[in-house]
């Protein structure tokens, strides 16, 4: 009986240990709750969740906002056009909000760093932080981790998504309120194919998609080796492959030394490196482009000499450069409003208001002057955020520590 008494103890102790070992175990954080501590302490996650949670409330107040007054100014049209809800909610408003938020970005960032760094402050948490030992420098980690989040974030959506939602956008905007897209008139275009082959036009009607008065030249050096004219040339939009041109009443002249062989007819199908999109511009195309198929573009229309690309190459540079404005106005913002004043967030909140709207309109003045006065599209684009750069850098150098 003894025996049996002991080996039962002995079981019931062993099934004790056990489950205090596998509850103390199933207490313990997994291998990527403890990396992810690691890497992301609490301090650090509780101001990016400050951070990421202010700006994206500020997103959604704002733009909540901005779709009641456009609402309220385009119901009159949506009625006269008899636009389907569908279309309203899913191709204009569905694309319009991402598209004034990632535009607005750089003011969404300043206010939401401005609003709870000051709140922080108030209370007094940033002082207890600094008394605690952490530098300013490193207080500023989690806030460079958000701006990094916010800037890859905008630089996907302005880069990738956002152009795709722009064309559903822009094509609602034709069918159901009437603002069609200014186009440029296409007159007299000269350009270059390929290496040493010159097209000209002498009219081209986009609604037909089809050229009067059409050359097309190829040299070997300076030296003219094939002269083609057609009176008309029409693109084939119905084709499989792409750059498909049907000539009508065409003549080729060969030119071989002082030999000149003549070939004419009344139709004839070839391919040319044309498009009617390289022959029409509109207001706001080059925002339909996502990036791959803006730089293409642009290095396609510096082959054939166009003069007309600086608004694209203006916002190609400007989307990176935007992604960047993250850093750059997180910083000034927190170097603002770190300090605990008397007289609460108001004035510090006004001034990153000023500062904000200041980027942005430095912004757009200088993507016009590089659209119509010759600048630098590049110096133009990086220009607001080379001038903030030197601000953020003297607010850093005065911010508590």
């Known amino acids: 009986m003894e025996k049996e008494y002991n080996r039962a103890v002995g079981k019931k102790n062993l099934r004790n240990r056990l489950r205090g070992f596998v509850f103390k175990r199933s207490q313990q954080p997994g291998f990527l709750k ?7 302490p609490r301090l650090d996650r509780y101001l990016v969740f400050k951070f990421i949670g202010t700006y994206v409330f500020s997103i959604l107040l704002i733009i909540s906002v901005a779709v009641v007054f456009d609402v309220n100014e385009n119901l009159s049209k949506f009625t006269q056009y008899n636009a389907p809800m569908r279309a309203i909610v899913f191709d204009y408003y569905l694309n319009f909000v991402p598209y004034y938020a990632n535009l607005f970005s750089p003011l969404f960032v300043f206010i939401a760093v401005i609003f709870f760094t000051s709140n922080l402050a108030g209370h007094s948490e940033i002082i207890a932080m600094l008394a605690a030992g952490i530098s300013f420098k490193r207080l500023m980690r989690p806030y460079m981790i958000s701006a990094t989040l916010i800037s890859i974030l905008s630089f996907c959506l302005g ?16 069918m159901y309120k009437n603002s069609q897209n ?17 097209a000209y036009m002498q009219h081209y ?18 030296k003219l080796v094939n002269h083609l004219t057609a009176t008309e040339a ?25 030999k000149e062989i003549i070939t004419s ?8 490196i044309i498009e009617p999109s390289d022959l029409v511009y509109s207001k706001g195309q080059q925002e339909t482009y996502t990036n791959p198929e803006l730089k293409e573009y642009i290095s396609r229309q510096l082959m054939r000499g166009s003069g007309n690309i600086a608004q694209y190459e ?8 935007s992604s960047f404005a993250a850093f750059i106005l997180t910083i000034i913002g927190a170097s603002l409003s770190a300090k605990k004043r008397k007289g609460g967030m ?27 006065s010759g600048w630098n599209p590049m110096l133009a684009a990086w220009m607001p955020n080379i001038l903030f750069a030197f601000i953020a850098f003297f607010c850093y150098k005065h911010a508590p520590n």
């Open 34 to 40: 403890r990396f992810f501590n690691r890497i992301l």
């Open 265 to 272: 007819g009344s139709q004839k199908d070839t391919i040319i």
């Open 346 to 372: 108001g004035l510090y909140l006004g001034i990153g208001l000023a500062l904000s709207c200041a980027y942005i309109m430095l912004q757009t003045v200088s993507s016009t002057l590089a659209i119509n």
């Open 159 to 174: 880069g990738y998504i956002i152009p795709r939602g722009t064309v559903v956008m822009h094509n609602f905007e034709r």
């Open 205 to 222: 009607d986009r609604e037909y998609k089809k050229a009067y008065g059409f050359c097309l030249d190829r040299f070997e050096g300076k």
């Open 234 to 258: 029409q693109y084939d939009t119905i084709s499989d492959t792409k750059y498909k041109w049907k000539l009508y009443n065409w003549r080729i002249r060969k030119l071989s030394g002082l």
């Open 182 to 198: 200014i186009i440029t008139p296409t007159e007299n275009v000269q350009m270059q194919v390929e290496p040493g082959v010159i």
């Open 314 to 321: 203006v916002e190609y540079h400007r989307r990176i450069a």
